[in-house]
C-alpha cells in the first residue's frame, strides 16, 4: 500500500519536531553567572588596623611635696594657659601632735638649749675683755717701743696675743650663732601644729599649668593626703594629636615612615588624612580574640587634616586606619571574587559568546577586592564572577542580567 504524498509529508515533520524536542530535552541548560570587564585602573595596597589617637605631648602633673591636694580647681576640659592657670595647690603636711613623753623631751631639749646659749654668752664677753686687755697691752709696748724703752720682740709678743684675743671673740660669736640655731630647732618640737597654715594662704604650694591646653584628666577632685610625687591630673593640648595602630609584625615590615594613610571609623562625616611617623623597634606577643599568639608592635601616625575636620576628635578615640603600602594608576584589575585555584596557579572563566573559557593567569598585588592582571587577560574581557561547581570549560553560561 503505497502512501499518499501529504502523509508522507506529514509524517516527516512529526518525525523532525520528535527529534527536535529530544534534543532540547537532553541538552543542558545555560547556566546563569555574573560578568565583570576587565578594565585598567588604580589599584592601591593597604595595611589595615585599628587605632586609638592621644595627644602627643601630654603632661602629667604630679605633687611636688608630702601633703594635702586640695579641691581641685579645675575639671576635665577646662582650658588652661601656661604659667598663669593654677591647676592644683597642695598644702604641706602639718606637724604630728606630741605626746605627753616627746613633749617633755622637747621641754628638755629647749632648756639645754636655752643653757648652751647662756654658756657661750658668757664665753663671748670673757673673749671680749681678754681682747681688751691684749689691746691695751699692744698700744702700751707700741708707745714704749716708740720712746726706745721697749723692744721690738715685746712688741711683736704683744701683738700675737692680741691676734689670738680676737680669734677667740670670733670664735664666741660663732658658738652663740650655733646655740640658737639649736635653740630654734628645739623650740620649733613645740610649736602647735597649724591645720590652716598661714592666714594668706602662703604656706600652701601652687602648681600651674606647663604647656597651653585643657585638662585631659584629674585624678581625684576632693581634698586628698598626698606623697611625694603622687599623680594629680594630666594635661594636653588636644588640638595635636597623633593615633597609635596595633599592627603584626608581618604586615609593619612592609611599611616605610612617610607612608599616607586614611582615618575611618572615628566617628566624623569624612575620613581624615594621616602620614606614618614611625614603628616600634620591638614587638610584643599578643593573644588575638580567637587565642592565638601573635607579634604585634605599635605605628604611630600623625593626624594631617585641617583641625576643623576633627574638632570633636580627642584623646583616647577608637578610629580605623588603611596605610598604603603600594599604588597605582594603571593596573589591569580582576575581582578577586573571579579568580580560583588549578594545580596551584590561578585560574578564571571567561565568557566567549555564551560560553565559559577557562584560562590561567598571573596576577601581581591584591587589595582587598582587586588583583593585578600581569599575564593571561586582556582589557574589555568579560570574566566570570563567583564561579560556581556547575561552570565548566565550553559550558553554555548566560548574563543573570539578561535572564531578569
Known amino acids: 500500500m503505497s502512501l499518499k504524498p501529504r502523509t508522507i509529508g506529514l509524517l516527516s515533520l512529526g518525525a523532525a519536531m520528535l527529534i527536535g524536542l529530544g534534543y532540547v530535552a537532553f541538552q543542558d541548560d545555560p547556566v546563569p553567572v555574573d560578568l565583570h570587564i576587565i578594565a585598567r585602573g588604580p589599584l592601591e595596597v593597604t595595611v589595615n588596623a585599628d587605632g586609638v589617637t592621644r595627644v602627643k605631648e601630654i603632661y602629667d602633673i604630679a605633687s611636688p611635696i608630702t601633703g594635702t591636694a586640695l579641691r581641685s580647681p579645675v575639671t576635665e576640659g577646662d582650658p588652661v594657659i601656661a604659667g598663669e592657670t593654677v591647676i592644683a595647690t597642695v598644702r604641706p603636711a602639718a606637724p604630728v601632735l606630741l605626746d605627753s613623753r616627746t613633749f617633755l623631751q622637747a621641754q628638755a631639749s629647749v632648756a639645754e638649749a636655752e643653757a648652751a646659749l647662756h654658756v657661750a654668752e658668757t664665753d663671748l664677753a670673757r673673749a671680749k675683755e681678754e681682747h681688751n686687755l691684749a689691746q691695751s697691752q699692744y698700744e702700751r709696748t707700741q708707745t714704749l717701743v716708740a720712746r726706745g724703752v721697749a723692744s721690738f720682740t715685746r712688741l711683736e709678743d704683744a701683738a700675737q696675743r692680741l691676734a689670738v684675743a680676737q680669734t677667740a671673740v670670733e670664735a664666741a660669736e660663732a658658738r652663740i650663732d650655733i646655740a640658737r640655731s639649736t635653740l630654734d630647732r628645739a623650740e620649733t618640737m613645740l610649736l602647735n601644729p597649724e591645720v590652716n597654715g598661714g592666714a594668706d594662704g602662703s604656706c600652701c604650694v601652687e602648681i600651674t599649668a606647663p604647656t597651653d591646653g585643657v585638662v585631659l584628666s584629674v585624678v581625684d577632685t576632693s581634698e586628698r593626703p598626698v606623697m611625694t610625687g603622687a599623680p594629680l ?172
Open 233 to 404: 591630673l594630666r594635661v594636653g593640648d588636644p588640638a595635636e594629636l597623633e593615633i597609635v595602630a596595633d599592627l603584626l609584625s608581618s604586615d609593619a615590615v612592609r611599611l616605610q615612615p612617610g607612608a599616607q594613610a586614611v582615618v575611618e571609623r572615628w566617628g566624623g562625616p569624612i575620613p581624615l588624612s594621616a602620614t606614618l611617623t614611625r614603628i616600634a623597634p620591638a614587638a610584643e606577643t599578643k593573644v588575638s580574640a580567637l587565642g592565638i599568639e601573635e607579634q604585634r608592635l605599635d605605628a604611630i601616625l600623625d593626624i594631617t587634616s585641617p583641625i576643623a575636620d576633627r574638632r570633636q576628635l580627642g584623646d583616647g578615640f577608637a578610629v580605623f586606619v588603611r596605610i598604603t603600602e603600594w599604588r597605582t594608576d594603571d593596573a589591569l584589575l580582576v575581582p578577586l571574587s573571579a579568580l580560583f585555584k588549578v594545580n596551584g596557579d590561578w585560574a578564571v572563566f571567561v565568557a566567549v559568546d555564551g560560553v565559559a573559557d577557562q584560562r590561567m593567569v598571573s596576577i601581581g598585588r591584591q587589595s582587598a577586592q582587586f588583583a593585578e592582571v600581569t599575564d593571561g587577560l586582556e582589557p574589555g574581557t568579560a570574566v566570570i564572577v563567583h564561579p560556581n561547581d556547575q561552570l565548566t570549560s565550553g559550558g553554555s553560561v548566560v548574563e543573570r542580567s539578561a535572564l531578569e
